[in-house]
T-cell receptor
């Protein structure tokens, strides 16, 4: 099925550990983005990319790195996880027809 | 930049009544507006969108109204059903970024 695939769905990290959240889309969209959602809040933009090799910061980029080597993939890296990064992370891809969101990764940092 | 505010964090309606959820945005240059529905444990689900060159758009049981003069957006749900229970977010697009409001939790009373 076409769409946005996020892995893993759940993850528990210890403070200071690193990990990569994966995001892949098969719709050939140029634009991809990462959001985090904290309890009772809307989604906040972390990083986005308008095409392979191009990334930019969103509203809350600190503590996160991204790269875009292919159109299909847009991984989000946490270099040294902190409890403040406990959240649900959503990846989205978009075209002129609108945005498609993945089902999310629930991350807990202890 | 853009900021998105919401008029009510919660809304409770009787089954069969119409629901109206409101949203305000700050930047008059915003060009695309989307309403999402989010059920517990899931990603945002597209409901309806509208571009800045329109004032009203209708879908199946849903209508979005855009008032650019006062920078206000509303979602109307006709004949609300139990399956409409969820958190509803408005999102506003400006310069390659999508900014979300904090959401309104819609509860349906039998």
């Amino acid at each position: 099925n076409a769409g946005v695939t996020q892995t893993p769905k759940f993850q528990v990290l210890k403070t200071g550990q690193s990990m990569t959240l994966q995001c892949a889309q098969d719709m050939n969209h140029e634009y991809m983005s990462w959001y985090r959602q904290d309890p009772g809040m809307g989604l906040r933009l972390i990083h986005y990319s308008v095409g392979a090799g191009i990334t930019d910061q969103g509203e809350v980029p600190n503590g996160y790195n991204v790269s875009r080597s292919t159109t299909e993939d847009f991984p989000l890296r946490l270099l040294s996880a902190a409890p403040s990064q406990t959240s649900v992370y959503f990846c989205a891809s978009s075209s002129s027809l609108g945005y498609t969101f993945g089902s999310g990764t629930r991350l807990t940092v202890v | 930049g853009e900021s998105v505010g919401l008029h009510l964090p919660t809304l409770s309606v009787q089954e069969g009544d119409n629901s109206i959820i409101n949203c305000a945005y700050s930047n008059s240059a915003s060009d695309y507006f989307i309403w999402y529905k989010q059920e517990s444990g899931k990603g945002p689900q597209f409901i309806i969108d509208i571009r800045s060159n329109m004032d009203k758009r209708q879908g199946q049981r849903v209508t979005v109204l855009l008032n650019k003069t006062v920078k206000h957006l509303s979602l109307q749900i006709a004949a609300t059903q139990p399956g409409d229970s969820a958190v509803y977010f408005c999102a506003v697009h400006l310069t390659q970024k999508l900014v979300f409001g904090q959401g309104t939790r819609l509860t349906i009373n039998p």
